[in-house]
Structure formats: structure tokens, C-alpha cells
């Protein structure tokens, strides 16, 4: 049976309702959204699902959108299901002062260290992760970098700090 | 000599029976920045923990503040032994995001540069195995065909390692006879030098027992770990993106996909061998397509896209409208549509994702590289756990980990 | 048979001959480096080093001055006595071996013949098997005084190595002695070079286990455990530096050396020169021409040595003790078997 | 040489053997002053084993007298060389099981 | 005084010291280092006495295959020597005075002992430390010693192995 | 795991034959392989005596340009600037005085013209952005200095030398660079 981005779409609102909200397709990949609470059990239904069968966590990220308040951090779940070559887009949102998401290192090892990046750069707190700590940036670091308040310096600005630019 | 010594030792570390050995930042089997804190027993490693980040360059946040034609310089820099393929990922991430239509040459020299770059990878990876087994001639003798698939890219683009190779829409000149010479000797000469490579190793008793049930991992725990490209065709799962969610016209190309059973050293290092073969051969398709073209066709490099490709530079110094685009374009003052798009191809180590959100501004609103080496390299504790030291040296090498990649 | 004669002259006329041989063994191990990374160089289709002197020649001496001008750095936490002892211990043993082997037949000069080896003693072949098993300590100690973990480990893969393939290398002596019925390397040399096939052809398996063992106890690829770069960081020398570590390097060459001349000794006629009556020149250019015949041989086998480190992977530790104890003793002690039961058939 | 220079050379080795052995805590060190004990016995072994040979030597020139002392220190060491692999192998388990080699704390053994 | 007495008296110093050094040195790695010198000195005694096979068997038995494995044994166990435990002075006291009295009262038994005056030992001469008489009385004389002592080394073998696995 | 495509092919892992057990057969094949490369040219390039030709598109050091009355290309657009990724250009522009028309081909030019070497990634951008082919990457590449200042090259570093009052060194400059 071919899987295809309207039988997702039918099957998860068959089995979530509302929960499951603002589905959209861009280019070819279907992508919704859900509460955080219920994230884990959406990723578990579509791993375990036979219908659906994404048992392949492709990728994991966080997006900082500073204008949306109340959900400023997004977490996005690209999964895969390899025998039906399809892939799928999910994310959950969180709001920048109360960061906690449920964390899906148990269903995927792979999660783990893309969580642990996650948590690095935005400052996502995954609840029951074996191992948050920050990975690609000093342990020290009291900032999480990736967050659209802490912008790049101007490009074209012309005082720069000579020292800082291998010139000291 | 007397010095004083202040350090209280942690609790325990006294009665411990095993040895903590780093093997990283910098030791000769990390080939590169990283870490691995080693608890062993002996010989027996007992456990692990892998440190990344010792090179991280923020290369996300940086790409906030690009136009898209600078991200491409970036993603040169994350598998730097195949940055081709990273370059042309990005530009087909930026093309299909921008929904621009390639004339079908462009997509066959791009397969010609992305296969190119696949085998500078594997055999980077392959003669290393080599000479993390001890044996180092291997690797001088297939790094002078290496030398080759350079001077190609150094035909095309100028650049030998970091290439910055093509430009959305294309490539930024067209290939020269000097390059498809090149590439003819090294169809012709290269075959030959893998044969010999794989003679001096495949079916060595050495090397086979050094590689062979080492480092293994089932295909349920490779995928569960997000095991891509080779390492997981050696564990016995034929995903391979170029077959799966075609790109860049590979549909037009016959190839198989290798596959191992195990996905122990020695299937890793036979499923890069055999893949090196089976990217020759798709080279030689590309190579027949392209010497198919006639005319007006056949001097075809890029699409006709003005909002993104840069005009000639002769019109850029004499036609008012050519250097309007072209100041718009280096400025990078042209709009991106609105929308995210996560777009992926078969890097040297695996599945090589872009997820690139943009708000309608003119730079990436958020762009995430989805490393398969970063993701991989989680398993390796489960792969070595139990195994000796040298395994571990040659699992190390023969996943192919590239620090680069490991720390965007 | 006696050790402790004392005739002075006879003491001067061998410590010159030990100065002469000590020195032209510095002087050929500092060309077989030069050799390892030309030897290295052309089978890997480069050139090697070519800008001290004409071809490079001048390198050898270029890296020994680099290693005497380079800084002295003992680690603070190493053992400081030992860290010096462990290369002069591993130079000391690699050199020893050169007493017993016959470098030529004899030489007269000054109205004296001279013996062409530094002691004939009779138990010569025990006394290479004395000085190869001390050969190990100048690794441990070394290893052990760097206070490094690496180093420690490489000490400990160097020792019980050097332990298990010298039981191997004993046995295949042992088959050797057992055709020749001698222990002195002389009288070896003397058997073969009068006429008889050199002892390879009656002890091809053993000739074939004693090369292995060699090259484990010479530390060479594929049994360069102690020393894998990729692993242990160069292992037991990791601390090294200057003309201590210059120590460690040339000690590996002049054991390759010496077993190259044990081997040449024992399995390929030494001095003999086959197909050539010695009897038609005179007496001291026919000892010339077998110095020559040796040197030759000797260049052969380290070549061999080379060739084969430049194209083989190494074991890992357990298939290392594996061949060592599962396949060399068996093999070994089979090759004895087989030379008793010939002899026995023979007489 | 006078066969008492011997004696008394091999009797110096093996008190200081024996002091050893009632000094040092350290198991490893005390096994290797029994070595030393061994040694110095030996040694004396194949002094009396020339002494006797040099005072047969007079009666008969093809004597073979003393040479059973010399396979006697043969013997002493083929069962050394036993005895240490056994010795060290039991000293290796104390330490894994004490994580000591102070041979006080052997009675550790006892549970 | 000729330049065996030379040697006798040498080599017998030298022993003595590294002897004593083995006992007084807290590093057990050096103390294994003045074992093996020790070793040696035993074998130039060997020599000087003309056995020379027994010499180079003390030499690949106790200073190549024996010694190697103390040095083993301490270097897998990494015993340092602030670890090395200590016996108290006056129990070391004790020790060095018993072994002095029992070295003392065994010279003078020596002393008093007529037997052993006017005896010498041949030095240098004498070819039964030869491998050829030696060989002829192992394989002959003492034949069955011999082969009992592989088995017992094969037992030993087998022990360690045995020890060393749990 | 079932197979996704048919393009699957397993890989030989066939177990060792007798032969291959015996380690010699293959040790010794791998030994004629590389002995058979003693007789093989050598690739290797010796530096600085022999130069290996780089494509005319090599993107080596920088160089500034000048048109063929000697005048200087650049009219410190700043396209360079922005283009470069690296952040390695700084520039400042002046105007062109009375006078200076043969030192300047158009009405503005680059009082400061600096790149920061160690920080530039030779991506060729700069190259490509500019619009009045003033700046281009030369053949030579490998520079090296003492100091982390030697490696800001400022204009006269980057200006190639002058057609009209030069020639000799413009004629070496472009020998070295051919």
C-alpha cells in the first residue's frame, strides 16, 4: 500500500482529533504540529504504527522565533519511513521561559546527541534525557547562542577588534 | 625531582582496575578534533564517552546573516573531504526551495563532480582503514589518484579542498577540455589502482581478521542510531538517497548499492570499495550523456535564472540591466519566498540534509545541516564496547568521522 | 675452549676488531635509516629524502645532528634514572649480538692472523638467545619511566611479545642445532661454506619460523605492536626526545641488522660466497670478498625486512599471541619432530 | 682460588636474601630475595662441584666429578622458573582480589 | 694478586652491592633493575669458574624470561611506591640483626670447619661446565629427572594459566 | 530489513579459503604489488625547483588591477567587501582629485585597500563580485610571514606593479604567475 501525505494526515486525525493541528505540505513533505506534552506519544503511534511505520528519526532541530510569544522555541522532528520512501515533518513548540519537552532518546538513540545540540543552541530542556549537557560549545557557556537575541555582529561594520580578527 | 601536589583524586579512582585512556583531541587515530575518553581494561575496552565541539564554528548562526551564495564557502567546510557534494547539496536544497528548473547538463556535471567527490571520500576512508591496520602504502598509492580528482576540481573552480564548486542555478563556468582530459585519464587509470588497492587488503588474512566482527552493528540498532550511507549499507539496509528521492537526475543513471550483512569494519570497508566502482561507472554514464549534447546544448553550464545566477562578467561592464542584477545579487537583496524545505542528498558519509527556514527575508531565517556523521558517531561505544583497543583505532577510521562534520 | 686468556695481544687485536665492527654497524645502521625511507620511498612512487647531499646521501647525517641538537625533555614525572637507562639498555643489547658472528674466515696481517669474530665460544647460538631475550628491558624500562599510560601499555605489548615469540625462535634454533650438531656460529658458517648446501635447504620451516620470530623480536611490522603509531602513539618512545629517542630508533636498526646477520649466519653461509673457490685468491682478499658476500646478504634481508613492513597491516594483540603460541610453537616443534625423525632415518 | 671465598661470597648473598625476606612487605620483592637465595646456592653448588673436579682432576685427567652439581643447579633452575610463573600468577590474584601485595594483609584471603 | 682474584673479588663486590640494593631501593622496578645486575654477577662468576653453560642459561632463564616477568607482574600492577607499604623500623631492625647473627654464626661454623681449608676451586679450567659433558649427563644419568621436570612444567603451565584466569 | 530497491547487491564477504588461511599466498601477492611500484614513475612534484601547472582559473593570492594606462581598476564599490564571507576586506573609498586622473580610472578609488589574509578562505568571491574586474586571484599561493601583521596585505602588496613605470616587474609578476 503506498503511503501517501493524506493517509498520514486522516490517520493521525483519526486517532489524535485536534490535537494534531496545522497540517500543510511543502515541497512534498507533510508537516503538523502538536502540543509539547503530546509529543511522545505521537512520535511513539508513528513509530509503532504498522500503517505508518517512521521509524527512522532523519534529523531534529529548534528554530527560535522570537515573535511568536508564548511558543519562541520549536522543535522539528523530520522522520522517515524507509520501505515507503516518505518523509514527514513534526514539530512542537515551547515557550522560552518554560522550555521543558518530553525527550525521544528513548524511542530513538539518535535523538540523543541532537537533543543535546538542541539544548545547546536554544536551550531546550528535554525532560528525561540520560545525558543534557552541552555538546558543540563550551560546558561553561551561560547563553544558548542559536536564539535570534543574540544577533551576528554587522557585517560591514568597520570597527572591528583587531585582536579578535587574528591581527592584535 | 619533589613537587607538590595538591590534587585530591576523585572517589574510587584508587581501588579502579581499569585505565582511562584519551584517545583525542589530538592523537593519530582521531584524524582530527575529537575525543574519545577511554576506560579500559587492559587491552579490552570497557566503556567510552565521546567529546565533540572542539572545532564548532557556529556555522548555523552564521548562515543567518548570509545571502545563500555564502552559505556555500560553509558548507565546504563540514565534510572537507567531500565538500562538492555539500556544495552542490546546498545549491540543490537552494534550487528546489527556489523551485528553479536545471537544464539537464548542469545535472549530469554535477554528478560527474558529486561522484568525484564520493570516491575522493571512500578512498580517503578506505586507504586510512589501511593504515590504521599498520599498512600505509595503500594509501600513498590511491592519494595520487586523489591528486587527480583535484586537479579536475581545480579545472572547474579553481580550488583544490575547499571548493566553493557551482552556484545556484549551475556552475559559475563551464568545464574546459583541460578538465574532461583529466577526467578521461582518471576513467581510464583509476580502475586499475582500486583493483590493486583492494588486492593489497580485501583478501588479506591481516587484514580480514583485524576488520572482520569488528565493530559490528545490527541493521535495527544502525537505524535506530540514524546510521546513513555506507555504514548503514554495511549493516545490510540498501537506503541509499540517490535511489531513494532521486536528485540532480540520478534516476537517468544504472548503478546497484552495495550492501554488506554485519556492518563490521570489513563490510564497511568492502561496501566503500565496491561503491567506488559502481561511481566510476556512473561517471562513465554521465560522461557518455554529456558528450551527447550537440550544439547550443552541449555548451549549456547553467540555468537561465537571472534573479539568482550572476550575469556574465562582460555585460556586468557594459550593460546598465546585467549590472543592476548583479549588484542585487552580491548584496544579496533579493527575497526569499517564504516556507522551509528540508532537502537531503547521499553525502560521502550518508543521508546529507539542509532544513532551511526562511521569513521572506534575504537571508536564511534558520538553516540546520543534518551532519550523518555527528549522528553516527553516537553508536560508537555500542560498536567498540568489549572490543581491544586496535579495533576501536580501526572502527574509528572506518567511519570515516570527519571532525568537520561532527561540529557544524 | 677458554674465555679469559689473557694475552694482551690478543685483547688489543679484539678490542680494535670490537671498535671496528661497533663502528661500521653505527655507520650501516645510519644508512639503513637513510635505506627504510628510500626503500619506503620508491615502493610508495615518491622520492624520498633528496636534499641533504647528492641523492639525499647527507640525510643520515642531517637526522643525527637535528637528534643531538634537539632539546633533552624528561618529563617531571618520570623516573629519571630509568628514563635514561631504558635506550643506552636497548642500544647495549642490540649491539652484543655482533660478538659471536663470523664476520669473515681470517685475516693476516702484521705477521698475526686475525680471527674475524669476536669470540668463537662455543655456545654462540645460546648467546644470541641470552642477549635477544635481553633485548626487552631497554622497551620496558623505558616504557615504564615515561609515567605514561600509552607508553606503559606499548611496554607491556613489548614484553610478554618479545617472551612468547622467543620460545618459537628457541625451538627453531633447536631444529637448526639438531642438523648441524654445533652451537658455534663459527663452526656453522665453516660447515656450510665447505661445501655443504646452506643450512636453508635442510631447514626451510624453521628458517621460515626463525625469520617470523626475527621480525616480532625486532619489533617490525606486522608485529609492531609496542610501537603502532595509530594506536599508542608510537608506544614506549612516545616521551622521547632527542638523542635518547635516537637511541630507541637506531637500537630497532641495529637489531634488524644483527638478525639479518644471524639469519645470514645461520641459514644462508654466512661469508660463503657460493659457486667461488675461495682457495684461488689470496687468503686476506677471499676474507674481503666474504665480508663483502655477507654485507650483501645482510642488505638483502633488511631490505626484505623493509619490503615487508611497507606493504602488510599489523596484528592485533590477541591474533599477535594467537600466531605466536597456537601456530609458531606447533609449527616449530613440528619442524623438530620432522629433522629428528630424518636424522634418526639417516644414521 | 681458596673454596672459602666462595663460601662466604655465596653466604653474604643469602642473608641478604634472608634479610630481605624478613624486611620487606612487598610480595613481589620478598618472592625475588628468594630467587637471590637460590642463586646464592647455586653458585656454591658449581664452586664445591670445581672444587671437587680440580681434586679429581689430579687422579684422573678425563674425570667427570662434579658435573652432577652442575645439573643439580640445572634442575634448581627449571623448578625456579616454574615456581616464579606459579608464584607471580598467585601474587597477580592477591592483588585483584586485595588490591594489595603486602603480604600482611595475605590473611585478607582467608574470606 | 693475578687478575682472576682481580675479577673473583670485582664481580663478588658488585653482587653484594646490587644485592643490597635490591633490598634497600623503594622503587620495586629498581629493585628488579639490581636483581638482574646481580644475576649477571652470578653469571661472571660462572664464567670465572668455566660453566659457561650454566652462565648463559642463568642469563636467559633468570635475567631474560624470569626477571621480564617480575618486571611484568609490577608494571601491570603499576605499584608506586608511596603505595608500597612499609614494615615498622623496629621489625626491619630486627630482621637485619637476625640475618646478620645467622650470617656471622655460619662463617664461623665455616671458619671452624677443617674440611673446607687448603681446598681450591679450579677457576678457568675444567671442561665439565661445557655443553658436551653436560649434555651426555643429562641424557644419560639423569634422563628421567629431565623429563619429569617438563611435566613439571607443564603442571606449572597449566597452574598459572589456571590461577590467572578467574 | 527488507530490500527498499532492487538495485541491492551484497557485497564478497566469502570466508577465507585454505589458501588465504595460510596468510603467505596473499602477503606475497601484496608484496609483488608493491614491489612493482619500484618501477613506477613518481608523481611527486620537487617544489621548488619543478612547479606544477595550475589551471588559469587557480584562485591563489589576490592581486588589484590596472588597465593599460597604468591606472588602478578599483572604485571601491565595496561589492568585495560584502561578498566576502570571511570578513577579510576592509576598504575605504576617496574621492578622485584634480590631477589624478592617471593614477585612477574612475572618480572614486580605494584610499585603504586591506585583506586580511589569515581570516581570507579563497573562495573566489571577491573575484566574482566585482564589477570593474579590479580584483582578481593570481596563481601564487603559499605565503608566509613572521608576524600576524605581514599577513594584512594593504594596497601596495595587492596593487599589481604598474605597465607604464614598471614593466620589468610586471613582466616578472606575470612570469611567476604563467
Known sequence: MALSNEIIQNNLIEKFGDQVLNFSTESGILSFESSKEINLKILQYLYEEPSLGFTFLTDLCGVNYPDNIGAELVVVYHLHNFSENIRLRYSVSTSVNETAVFTASKLFESANWMERETYDFFGVNFIGHPNLKRILNVDEMDYFPLRKEYPLEDQTRIDKDDEMFGRG | MEHQTNITLPKGSIEKTTTTLNIGPTHPATHGVFQNIMEVDGERVVSTEQTVGYIHRAFEKLAERR???????????????????????????????????????????????????????????????????????????????????????????????????????????????????????????????????????ARNRIFMERTKGTGGISAERALNYG?????????????????????????????????????????????????????????????????????????????????????????????????????????????????????????????????????????????????????????????????????????????????????? | MTLLALDWAIIIEKLILIVIIVLTTLLITLYTTFGERKVAAILQDRPGPNRAGPFGLLQPLADGLKLIMKEEIIPTSASKWLFILGPGLAMTASLMTSAVIPWGTEIHLFGRTIELQVADINIGLLYVFAVVSMGVYGIMIGGWASNNKFSLMSALRAASQAISY???????????????????????????????????????????????????????TPFDLPEAENELNFGYHQEYSSMKLGFYLFAEYVNMIMSSAIMASMYF??????????????????????????????????????????????FRYDQLMNLGWKKMIPLALFNMLITGAIILSKS | ???????????????????????????????????????????????????????????SATTTAGIDAQIFVFFIMVVAAAEVSIGLAIIVMMYRNTHSIDINFLNRLKN | MNTLEILFFALSAFAIISAIMVLISKNPIHSVLWLILVFFSISGHYILLNAQFLAIVNIIVYAGAIMVLFLFVIMLMNVKKDKEPQKQLWVKLIGVIAGGSFLTLLIALVKQNTSFQGRDVLLKEGNIGLIHPLGVALFTDYVVPFEISSVLFLSAMVGAVIIGKK | MQALTNKSIAVNRSPMTFWERLYLINIIKGMMITFSHMFKKQPTVRYP??????????????????????????????????????????????????????????????????????????????????????????????????????????????????????????AKAKGVEA
Open chain 4, 1 to 59: 682460588m681458596p673454596i672459602e671465598y666462595y663460601i662466604f661470597l655465596c653466604l653474604t648473598l643469602f642473608s641478604i636474601g634472608v634479610i630481605g625476606v624478613l624486611t620487606r612487605r612487598n610480595a613481589i620483592i620478598v618472592f625475588m630475595c628468594i630467587e637471590l637465595m637460590l642463586n646464592a646456592v647455586n653458585l656454591l653448588l658449581v664452586a664445591f662441584s670445581k672444587m671437587n673436579y680440580g681434586a679429581a682432576k689430579l687422579i
Open chain 3, 166 to 220: 622467543e620460545i618459537a625462535m628457541g625451538l627453531a634454533l633447536i631444529a637448526l642445532l639438531m642438523s648441524t650438531g654445533t652451537l658455534s656460529l663459527k663452526t656453522i658458517v665453516a660447515d656450510q661454506a665447505a661445501g655443504h648446501w646452506w643450512n636453508v635447504v635442510y631447514q626451510p620451516l624453521g628458517f621460515l619460523i626463525f625469520f617470523i620470530c626475527a621480525m616480532a623480536e625486532c619489533n617490525r
Open chain 6, 49 to 170: 625547483e619543478q612547479k606544477r601547472e595550475f589551471s588559469p582559473v587557480f584562485r591563489g593570492l589576490h592581486v588589484l588591477n590596472r588597465d593599460e594606462a597604468g591606472r588602478e581598476n578599483c572604485t571601491a564599490c565595496g561589492l568585495c567587501a560584502v561578498a566576502c564571507p570571511a570578513e577579510a576586506i576592509t576598504m575605504e573609498a576617496a574621492e578622485r582629485q584634480e590631477g589624478e586622473e592617471h593614477l585612477y580610472k574612475e572618480e572614486k578609488y580605494a584610499a585603504k585597500y586591506e585583506i586580511n589574509m589569515l581570516r581570507c578562505i579563497f573562495c573566489g568571491l571577491c573575484e566574482e563580485a566585482c564589477p570593474k574586474d579590479a580584483i582578481y586571484l593570481s596563481e601564487t599561493f603559499a605565503p608566509a610571514n613572521y608576524t600576524r601583521k605581514g599577513f594584512i596585505y594593504d594596497k601596495n602588496d595587492l596593487l599589481i606593479p604598474n605597465t607604464l613605470t614598471n614593466a620589468t616587474e610586471l
Open chain 2, 67 to 201: 545571502p545563500l551564495y555564502q552559505i556555500t564557502p560553509i558548507t565546504d567546510r563540514l565534510n572537507y573531504c567531500s565538500s562538492p557534494i555539500n556544495n552542490m547539496g546546498w545549491h540543490i536544497t537552494c534550487e528546489r526551495f527556489l523551485k528553479l528548473d536545471l537544464p539537464k547538463r548542469v545535472d549530469y556535471l554535477r554528478v560527474i563532480i558529486m561522484e568525484l567527490a564520493r570516491i575522493s571520500d571512500h578512498l580517503i576512508c578506505n586507504s586510512i582503514v589501511g593504515v590504521d591496520t599498520g599498512a600505509y602504502t595503500g594509501f600513498l598509492y590511491v592519494m595520487q589518484y586523489r591528486e587527480l580528482i583535484y586537479e579536475i576540481y581545480e579545472e572547474v573552480c579553481g580550488s583544490r579542498l575547499t571548493t566553493n564548486i557551482g552556484r545556484i542555478g549551475g556552475f559559475e563556468r563551464n568545464f574546459t577540455n583541460t578538465a574532461f582530459t583529466k577526467l578521461e585519464k582518471f576513467l581510464n587509470e583509476y580502475p586499475k589502482v582500486l583493483k590493486e588497492f583492494e588486492n593489497l587488503f
Open chain 3, 269 to 314: 653461509g654466512g661469508y660463503d660466497l657460493p659457486f667461488f673457490d675461495e682457495t684461488t685468491v689470496a687468503p686476506n682478499i677471499a676474507a674481503l670478498i666474504g665480508i663483502g658476500t655477507l654485507l650483501i646478504k645482510i642488505v638483502l634481508f633488511v631490505f626484505l625486512f623493509m619490503w615487508i613492513r611497507w606493504t602488510i597491516p599489523r
Open chain 2, 227 to 408: 546510521f546513513t550511507g555506507p555504514n548503514l549499507r554495511a549493516a545490510g539496509v540498501d537506503y541509499d538517497v540517490r535511489v531513494q528521492q532521486p536528485y540532480s537526475s540520478y534516476q537517468d543513471f544504472d548503478f546497484k548499492v552495495p550492501v554488506g550483512t554485519t556492518g563490521d569494519n570489513y563490510d564497511r570497508f568492502l561496501v566503500r570499495n565496491a561503491e567506488m566502482y559502481e561511481s566510476i561507472s556512473i561517471i562513465k554514464q554521465a560522461y557518455q550523456k554529456i558528450q551527447e549534447f550537440k550544439g547550443a546544448e552541449a555548451e549549456v553550464y547553467h540555468a537561465d535564472v537571472p534573479e539568482y545566477y550572476l550575469p556574465k562578467k562582460e555585460d556586468v561592464y557594459t550593460k546598465m540591466e546585467a549590472l543592476i542584477w548583479h549588484f542585487k545579487i552580491i548584496m544579496g537583496e533579493i527575497d526569499l519566498p517564504k516556507g522551509q524545505i528540508y532537502s537531503a542528498v547521499e553525502g560521502g558519509n550518508g543521508e546529507l540534509g539542509f532544513y532551511l527556514v526562511s521569513d521572506g527575508g534575504r537571508t536564511p531565517f534558520r538553516l540546520h545541516f543534518r551532519r550523518p556523521c555527528f549522528i553516527y558517531y553516537q553508536a560508537f561505544e555500542e560498536l567498540i564496547k568489549g572490543g581491544m583497543l586496535s579495533d576501536a583505532v580501526v572502527t574509528l577510521s572506518s567511519l570515516n568521522l570527519i571532525a568537520g562534520e561532527l561540529d557544524a
